[in-house]
């Protein structure tokens, strides 16, 4: 009755009331896109999916008709779609709860060698009891051929059939149907059509993995499949990563080479996904991530030494092609990166451009570069107060200036530090030992001497033509790093 019988100025009404709807939607429209925008932009886990677990056993004497589990990101070129990536779980299930690390893994078929199975065991030969408790290894076979990976699958389930139980190792894959179009891709570069689609596949291939990561863990580093690991490398991560504790930071990195030892936020994990999808055929992946790095502010490479991973293949897995790359930084004991207790530096050697003293004693890949030096300059480290030191290393010149080495230098240790005109300086020093080959190194310093130490020095007892690059100096302490 009421609609047949309405008033007139109730059709006035309505078409007010018409009117004002229209008005005001369109700054909740605004507001909603924009918002939807950013979310997509900056979101960080919510688009990982509650996946159903199946029985262990299952999955390892299954994997081809294993259950599927369900991840879901959005694709940055398409704000209003989503992609939806449903893994495969070959062997494994994770575990509820958070690991310190995740070291993620992405493997194709190679026409020559595979190190997959080796990659696998040193990073769990090389970790202790204890390490082995904050770690997963996640594996993703990427390769489109599914005898293959079922072939590897039942290779990786018989050797480490007990780390697979222990949760410490996943294999997954995320199915070819998922994977965007390898045909007719750019060809930046003039590379050959056939590489273009290699890098871009690998692009894809690891930007699943990322995102299958994004919860496991509180931090993310990326091998590849064909690496050697240093004994203890958690151990020496968390040092470091503890070091930068109150500094900004997207990627350290521990290993100079490719795609190996780059370590991440795991919150950081879904951009990173994002973005490699995006740019998947505009270039190879290692370029791409110094674009990401640069992109959230992080505008110099952080990269520490000695290197905590090694290059170990001999056969590329583009076309088996020769690649013999090694790290000459990497070292198989060096979970004993120094501790080097604040300090202040200062030299009489003329500086070269930026190379300044500061930049020998960093962890990070950087050095001193100086004009020749002569008879009676020195490089002088002044501790912010007196340490206990039980090793001191230090390296000169670099493989690309093996020239600019200190030929005549002695290392020498001080206390009893003043204040002079030309700044703090120890009054009274101890010779330690003389460079030999551009390095010097001395051991149970503690031991050798009855005092704690307040300053170390570098003294050249004889002119040299050559100019002169401190590479490293490394001190060890008696106390952790942390406690300075």
């Given at each position: 009755?009421f609609l047949f019988?309405r008033?007139k100025?109730h059709?006035?009404?309505?078409?007010?009331m018409?009117?004002?709807r229209?008005r005001?939607?369109?700054?909740?429209?605004g507001?909603?896109?924009?918002?939807?925008?950013f979310?997509?932009?900056?979101?960080?886990d919510g688009?990982?999916?509650?996946?159903?677990?199946?029985?262990?056993?299952?999955?390892l004497?299954h994997?081809?008709n294993?259950e599927?589990?369900a991840h879901?990101f959005?694709?940055l070129?398409?704000?209003?779609?989503?992609?939806n990536?449903t893994y495969?779980?070959l062997a494994?299930i994770p575990l509820p709860r958070?690991?310190?690390?995740?070291?993620?893994?992405?493997?194709?078929?190679r026409?020559?060698?595979?190190y997959?199975?080796e990659?696998?065991k040193?990073?769990?030969?090389?970790?202790?009891?204890?390490e082995l408790?904050?770690?997963v290894?996640v594996v993703?076979?990427?390769?489109?051929d599914?005898v293959?990976?079922?072939n590897?699958?039942?290779e990786?389930?018989?050797?480490?059939?007990?780390?697979?139980?222990a949760?410490?190792?996943?294999v997954?894959q995320?199915?070819e149907?998922?994977?965007?179009?390898?045909d007719?891709?750019?060809r930046?570069?003039n590379d050959?059509?056939?590489?273009?689609?290699?890098r871009?596949?690998q692009?894809?291939?690891?930007a699943?993995?990322?995102?299958?990561?994004?919860?496991?863990s509180?931090f993310?580093?990326?091998l590849?499949d064909?690496?050697?690991?240093?004994?203890?490398?958690?151990?020496?991560?968390?040092?470091v990563?503890?070091?930068?504790?109150?500094?900004?930071?997207?990627?350290?990195?521990?290993?100079?080479?490719?795609?190996i030892?780059?370590?991440y936020h795991?919150?950081?994990?879904?951009?990173?996904?994002?973005f490699?999808?995006?740019f998947?055929?505009?270039?190879?992946c290692?370029?791409?991530?110094i674009h990401?790095?640069g992109?959230?502010?992080?505008k110099d490479?952080?990269?520490?030494?000695?290197?905590l991973f090694q290059h170990?293949?001999?056969?590329?897995?583009y076309?088996g092609?020769?690649n013999k790359l090694?790290?000459?930084?990497?070292?198989?004991?060096?979970?004993?990166?120094?501790d080097?207790?604040?300090?202040?530096?200062?030299?009489?050697?003329?500086?070269?451009?930026?190379?300044?003293?500061?930049?020998a004693?960093s962890?990070?890949?950087e050095?001193f570069?100086?004009?020749p030096?002569?008879?009676?300059?020195?490089?002088?480290?002044?501790?912010?107060?007196?340490?206990?030191?039980?090793r001191?290393k230090?390296?000169?010149?670099t493989e690309d200036r093996?020239s600019?080495?200190?030929r005549?230098?002695?290392l020498?240790?001080?206390?009893?530090?003043?204040?002079?005109?030309q700044?703090r300086?120890c009054?009274?020093?101890i010779?330690?030992?003389?460079?030999?080959?551009?390095?010097?190194?001395a051991?149970?310093?503690?031991r050798?001497i009855g005092?704690d130490?307040?300053?170390?020095?570098v003294?050249?007892?004889?002119?040299?033509?050559?100019w002169?690059?401190i590479?490293?100096i490394?001190?060890?302490t008696t106390?952790p790093?942390?406690?300075?």
């Open positions: 009755f019988n008033p100025h059709a006035e009404f309505v078409d007010t018409r009117c004002f229209k005001s939607m369109f700054p909740f429209l507001f909603l896109i924009t918002f939807l925008l979310f997509n932009l900056y979101m960080d688009f990982v999916l509650e996946a159903e677990k199946r029985p262990l056993a299952e999955t004497m994997p081809g294993s599927r589990y879901t959005t694709d070129s398409n704000f209003s779609g989503t992609i990536v495969r779980y494994g958070k690991k310190y690390l995740t070291i993620g893994l992405s493997s194709v078929k026409k020559k060698g595979n997959l199975l990659t696998i040193s990073i769990f030969d090389q970790s202790s009891y204890e408790k904050e770690i290894v993703h076979l990427a390769d489109f599914l293959w990976c079922e590897l699958v039942q990786i389930t018989r050797k480490f059939a007990h780390h697979i139980i949760g410490r190792l996943l997954i995320a199915p149907e998922y994977y965007p179009s390898l007719g891709l750019k930046n570069y050959p059509e056939d590489r273009v689609r290699f871009s596949k692009n894809v291939d690891y699943f993995l990322l995102n299958f990561c994004t919860n496991l509180h993310y580093m990326m590849e064909d690496v050697r690991c240093s004994r203890n490398f958690l151990t020496a991560l968390k040092k990563i503890t070091s930068r504790e109150g500094s900004y930071w997207v990627m350290l990195e521990f290993s100079k080479l490719g795609y030892g780059k370590l795991s919150r950081d994990l879904p951009r990173l996904a994002h490699l999808l995006m998947y055929q505009e270039m190879p290692d370029w791409l991530l990401f790095r992109l959230l502010a992080q490479v952080i990269r520490f030494k000695p290197s170990m293949g001999y056969y590329s897995s076309k092609a020769e090694k790290d000459d930084d990497f070292e198989e004991d060096s979970v004993d990166i120094p080097n207790p604040p300090a202040s530096m200062y030299t009489n050697i003329n500086v070269f451009e930026s190379y300044d003293a500061a930049k004693y962890t990070v890949d050095y570069w100086g004009k030096p002569s008879t009676g300059d020195f490089f002088l480290i002044i501790f912010n107060k007196s340490t206990k030191i039980v001191i230090i390296v000169t010149g093996r600019d080495v200190l005549h230098g002695a020498e240790v001080g206390q009893k530090a003043v204040d002079t005109k700044g300086r009054s009274s020093y010779t330690l030992g003389e460079f030999k080959g551009g390095s010097v190194e051991d149970d310093v503690d050798k005092f130490i307040e300053c170390v020095r003294v050249v007892t004889a002119g040299q033509k050559e002169l690059i590479r490293t490394g001190l060890w106390q790093a942390s406690q300075f």
